[in-house]
């Protein structure tokens, strides 16, 4: 069975952890007024993009995230082209491209080299580089469930980000895609997991999960909302 998925009126109530801990929701989502001035923000900020970029957005897709590295990471799925796969290259050039471009607070650095330089946390269980980083900010952008929904403003926005993972020879642990697709209404908007082209090692199970809130698709079974179709 797929987690509870998030809900802006359950903000501030406490519920159980997995552990069996009570835990208070937090806000992850916009309000009304906030969606009102982003949205605002947003077409200020599309002078320069061409339309042929705009139009594969769509007309209801904005980018939910203030500035910072989430709003980076869509801003260049949405950059190279919504409802397409592009590797993690690509995407990561891209980032480079625009965060180069804005300054950080110490005037040595721009946003990128503040971002790539960016030391690992001293009490982390696994260290991860800024492409580490950027991988794993992707998988947060899937969640939607209750405690952890980092991706519900995204969904908001009638958009998700798709992961797609394809066996290569001579890359133990596959090639990774990403997709930005858009949608014509908030319900429809839930991430897919493609492992259809990815012939798994011995821990399949750590990547195919009914508990998660989306459609995983993989060589010889789609599950989607929990369920297998």
Not at 38 to 63: D, H, M, P, Q, R
Not at 107 to 131: G, L, M, Q, T, V
Request: net charge positive.
């Amino acid at each position: 069975m797929a987690e509870i998925m998030y809900s802006p009126l359950e903000v501030g109530k406490d519920v159980l952890n997995s552990r069996g801990f009570l835990t208070r929701v937090r806000k992850h989502h916009l309000t009304d007024s906030e969606l009102v001035k982003i949205k605002e923000k947003w077409t200020n900020n599309l002078e320069g993009v061409s339309k042929s970029i705009i139009n594969k957005a769509g007309k209801y897709f904005f980018n939910p995230y203030r500035k910072g590295i989430y709003h980076y990471q869509i801003q260049s799925l949405f950059l190279l082209g919504c409802n397409e796969w592009h590797s993690l290259t690509d995407i990561v050039s891209k980032m480079e491209e625009i965060m180069s471009l804005v300054p950080s607070v110490n005037i040595n650095f721009n946003a990128w080299e503040k971002f790539r330089s960016k030391p690992n946390k001293h009490d982390a269980i696994r260290c991860k580089d800024y492409i580490g980083r950027i991988q794993e900010n992707m998988v947060f952008f899937q969640r939607l469930s209750k405690l952890h929904p980092y991706g519900y403003k995204l969904r908001q926005a009638r958009a998700a980000v798709d992961v797609k993972r394809v066996s290569v020879p001579g890359f133990v642990n596959g090639c990774y895609c990403y997709r930005l697709s858009t949608y014509d209404s908030v319900d429809k908007a839930l991430p897919i997991r493609d492992f259809s082209k990815f012939d798994f090692p011995l821990h399949e199970r750590k990547y195919v999960s009914h508990k998660f809130i989306g459609t995983i698709i993989t060589k010889d079974r789609v599950i989607k909302g929990g369920k297998e179709k």
